[in-house]
């Protein structure tokens, strides 16, 4: 056996698309913020995929013993209708169309994200930022850039994009007029420059306005995240995150921000970009358009709750992909995920009772030394290392799971460390079995039958056994005699 080194931990930039070791501003700390939800609806699984990713690469960064501040904000003011800079505020939309106020809708679908948030054993980032409670520092922000970078119209203060070097290289490609995609307002200087504050216009009250340099308003989506990323962690930070979506429009204006800033400023490095890394998740993806927020019943992670997944499963179908590629949603898909879980949970469960979250390579490698787990620890950390590789990682930890004639203490602590690095905790065998919302029968009525028929067939007795597995069909539960998993039933 050759002692093997830790592998360097490299990640893909979506700046320069390479993967480029992970190289921390801050010696042995890592600093990371993610774009979070626009609390306006419920969020889908594909919004939730972002902080599944998210989630990922913290307990990822947290595995190679970096120290973690993890920033996720919270979305409450700005966001319009169109990324670019266009139509209404997603926020004051849903308020006029629910006749509540804003206020209020903000705080149902934060309390309705947070608990998808739990619900996927997302740990608790070090802060959550919400966007209304920075609107004095994003002033300060906005002038302190204004005189050279940006102009005042009508509607608003904008931002001159050619005022900042190289606009566009996150997004590699300057959007055009005639894209369709940027709304004309009159007087701006560049297609691609985009509002930092949105005047009230005249005549007009805004449920959320504050007063500013340039008149009552409100500030612009792009300018809430530069700030609030740059309050928390200072710029320059390690990590920046979001969908794939926001490579075009937002970041590509919060870097622009932030040269802007850091310019104005003085800071060191007078071109930086805020965030050393951009790394950007692909897209979950639904052929019949039920992922959209305007389809009516959208794909909710309590719609897979409703129809008796354990949203975990949810998180292995993400874990399965690699967060750059696009992954396509099925129900066959989720059910594969949730039996591929069933089994490794089951396995595991025979090993420890809990996984203890936050647990690091190094730690690993000081219990694990049994010659058989070694080369495991090895490929594990390989995986995840080589650009947060789960599909890979999950696989070797099904090969610790079935490594025989180990010291079993040793197992143990390796795939807790394996399950903590993944986000998986270890649940009771009961909450994997899939239980519909809308089923007509009840967990203690199937159990009692079932019951009956294992005497029933005890005593020899076929035609109760039958009758029995009969009656219980017609209410829909499937008896599973011989089931490689040891299920007994299911509802079908
Ligand atoms: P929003 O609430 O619209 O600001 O989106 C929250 C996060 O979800 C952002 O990081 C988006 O980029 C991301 N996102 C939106 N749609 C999807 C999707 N279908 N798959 C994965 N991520 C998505
Ligand atoms: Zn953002």
Known sequence: MTESADHPLTLFNSLTRRAEPFVPVHDGEARVYSC??????YPH???????VFADTLGRVLTWKGFDLTHVINITDVGHLTDDADAGEDKMEKMAAAKAQSIWDIARHYTEAYWAD??????RQP????????????????????????????DSGLYFDVSTVADYGRLARAVTEEGEGRIEAVDGKRNAADFA??????????????????????????????????????GFPFDIHTGGIDHREIHHPNEIAQNQAFCECGALSDAANSGANIWMHNNFLVERSGKMSKSSGEFLRLQLLIDKGYHPLAYRMLCLQAHYRSE???????LGAALVRLKRLLGAARGLLEVVTDGVTLASVRATVTHQKLTPLVDKFDAALSDDLNTAVALTVLEEAVAVKKVDQEQKASLVGAMLSALGLPLLPREDFRIRPKDATVGESEIEAA???????????DFATSDAIRDE???????????????????LS
């Not at 005249?202 to 309050?231: F, I, T, Y």
């Not at 992954?327 to 898909?333: M, P």
């Not at 079932?450 to 020899?460: G, I, L, S, Y």
Request: hydrophobic content about 40%.
């Open 450 to 460: 079932m019951e009956r028929r294992k005497a029933a067939r005890a005593d020899k």
């Open 45 to 51: 699984i594909g919004n939730m995929r972002a902080y």
């Open 196 to 233: 930092i504050w949105r005047k009230t216009p005249a005549g007009e009250k805004r449920q959320m306005e504050w007063d500013s340099p340039w008149g009552k308003g409100a500030p612009g989506w792009h300018l809430e995240c530069s700030v609030m990323s740059g309050k928390v962690l």
């Open 472 to 490: 219980l069909a017609a209410k829909g539960v499937e008896v599973m005699d011989g089931d490689p998993l040891g299920w007994e039933w299911r």
């Open 126 to 153: 070090a802060k959550w930022t919400i966007a209304t409670d920075y609107i004095d520092e994003m002033l300060e922000f906005a002038k302190q850039i204004a005189p050279k970078h940006c102009y005042e119209l």
């Open 117 to 122: 948030v739990k619900a996927l054993n997302i």
């Open 36 to 41: 979070g939800p626009t609390v306006y609806n």
């Open 327 to 333: 992954l396509e949603f099925s129900w066959e898909g």
